[in-house]
């Protein structure tokens, strides 16, 4: 059995009140935010760390994980844009289809413009569109 998945999402949930508006209960540690930071900061050093982040929350159960907001999630760490990347792809392939499509919609509304790997959807204005423009012919 790995740790991992529990360890991270004793540090979620613990710093949850301080992650995601509306949560109104009080931080558990405020001295275990830093650890929490730092699991996100290594999403870049360690190839497997996006896979595990996407897995503890993929697997945990819970009201914070339900509906996980992935969006206010990534916003609030001011994640770089390749951590960003890498954690929505290894949302991607999670078993959950919510969190599977978070993951899609994440990393082809956020990644730079080379990273968009699928013509499925297109940023127009900064937003999302799944309105592929028309060709005319001439």
């Given amino acids: 059995m790995e740790v991992f998945p529990k360890y991270f999402r004793r540090l979620l949930v613990g710093n949850a009140p301080q992650i995601f508006p509306g949560i109104n209960k009080a931080v558990e540690n405020p001295g275990n935010y830093p650890l929490l930071v730092g699991e996100l900061r290594k999403i870049t050093q360690d190839p497997e760390q996006a896979r595990r982040i996407a897995d503890a929350i993929d697997t945990a159960d819970g009201d914070l994980f339900k509906n996980f907001d992935l969006a206010t999630f990534l916003d609030h760490f ?14 991607e392939t999670s078993a959950r289809p919510d969190l599977s499509s978070k993951g899609t919609l994440t990393r082809l509304c956020r990644s730079p413009c080379p990273l968009r790997l699928s013509g499925a959807r297109l940023v127009v204005d900064g937003r999302c569109t799944t309105d592929m423009p028309q060709r005319t012919r001439s």
């Fill in 78 to 91: 001011n994640l770089t844009s390749i951590e960003t990347v890498l954690l929505a792809l290894a949302f």
